[in-house]
């Protein structure tokens, strides 16, 4: 399994990102997707997630209304739309392959990616 994400960078507070993952080495469209961030000192911790097929999604209480999470199976990726964001956003964020087709908010039982850095400055 290999997990390319994308897409990071440094913004002002208020504004948005778009963030990419591109699969390979696996059947992805049989899995769950999901984001995680980790700030430095931090725990890993769960941001969105989205069924195998796209159908249902679930977020983390600090980003619903703001971030939303989709993916392309035809194209073997997952995207997190970022907007309104906040310097408590800032963190690196990963995306993670679950072992079932619902995403789970536990870290345990997900492949990593690399993770790409995101800086919002207020």
């Known amino acids: 399994v290999q997990l390319q994400a994308s897409g990071g960078g440094m913004v002002q507070a208020g504004g948005s990102l778009r963030l990419s993952c591109a699969a390979s080495?696996?059947?992805?469209?049989?899995?769950?997707m999901a984001w995680f961030c980790q700030a430095p000192g931090e725990e890993r911790e769960f941001v969105a997630g989205v069924s195998w097929n796209g159908g249902s999604t679930k977020f983390a209480d600090s980003v619903k209304g703001r971030f939303t999470i989709s993916r392309d199976n035809a194209k073997k990726s997952v995207y997190l739309q970022m907007n309104s964001l906040k310097p408590e956003d800032t963190a690196v964020y990963y995306c993670?392959?679950?072992?079932?087709?619902?995403?789970?908010?536990?870290?345990?039982?997900?492949?990593w990616g690399q993770g790409t850095q995101v800086t919002v400055s207020s």
């Open positions: 080495g696996l059947t992805f469209s049989a899995y769950a």
């Open positions: 993670a392959r679950y072992q079932g087709g619902i995403p789970s908010e536990d870290r345990r039982n997900y492949s």
